[in-house]
């Protein structure tokens, strides 16, 4: 279990400080360490958890050898080593960790979100584009691993635990329908949050934030016949 949070905004700034004491609350989720990373717009912290590679190594936010692309990860890919030779042995990269996280960061950069269905495990990941400046979001096709999102104006806020979130969003609104909901059913539904524009990521879906705006898209749906 690790934990991830982002800050992104184009009008509104957010200090390191505040930033890092929304990433602290997150330690019991990974005590192992933990990184920051800015780029314009974009803030993205992580908490490590070490499991597969316990090196320094695998620690995030996870960088490409450019330098263009970062990954913020929690969970886990159970398939990453045959990705790995099935899909990028072909293509010259000098990987610096044995982790599944630098395997899905490279699965992204020469594949994009076609790689998405090949993907066995269960994941919250945040994969970031500093030439485009495009953030895309992603969680697991069953949700095992959770997603807040809270978006208002042009400010997006995500992370791993709502406690996170708390020193970046301020001031906040109850979302009083979300109250009576969770008193009827004893649990909030998919996409509904306690706060006022604030929402969880639904399971199998990304959400792509960029200068055009905020876009969610559906990348995996259960069939049932």
């Not at 602290?24 to 800015?38: I, K, Q």
């Not at 998405?116 to 919250?124: D, I, N, R, T, Y």
Request: glycine share 8%; with cysteine.
């Amino acid at each position: 279990m690790c934990g991830i949070l982002g800050f992104i905004s184009r009008q509104e700034k957010c200090s390191r400080e505040t930033f890092t004491r929304g990433l602290n609350t997150l330690e019991s989720r990974g005590p192992d360490a933990s990184g920051l990373f800015e780029h314009g717009p974009v803030l993205l912290g992580h908490r490590r958890l070490s499991i597969i590679d316990t090196s320094a190594d695998g620690n995030q936010p996870l960088h490409d050898a450019t330098g263009r692309y970062t990954l913020i990860f929690n969970g886990e890919i159970f398939n990453f080593q045959e990705l790995k030779k099935e899909k990028l042995s072909g293509i010259p990269i000098n990987f610096r960790s044995h982790s599944d996280s630098e395997v899905l960061l490279y699965l992204l950069i020469h594949f994009g979100t076609d790689c998405l269905p090949w993907l066995s495990g269960f994941f919250a990941f945040a994969f970031y584009d500093s030439q485009s400046e495009e953030t895309l979001l992603v969680r697991d096709r069953f949700g095992k691993k959770p997603l807040l999102v809270y978006q208002k104006n042009d400010t997006l806020i995500f992370g791993s635990e709502l406690k996170a979130l708390m020193p970046l969003i301020g001031s906040y609104e109850l979302n009083k329908e979300a109250v009576f909901l969770y008193f009827q059913f004893n649990y909030l539904p998919p996409e509904t949050g306690i706060l006022q524009h604030l929402s969880k990521l639904s399971p199998g879906h990304l959400m792509r934030i960029n200068r055009q705006g905020v876009q969610r898209e559906c990348y995996y749906q259960t069939v049932i016949q």
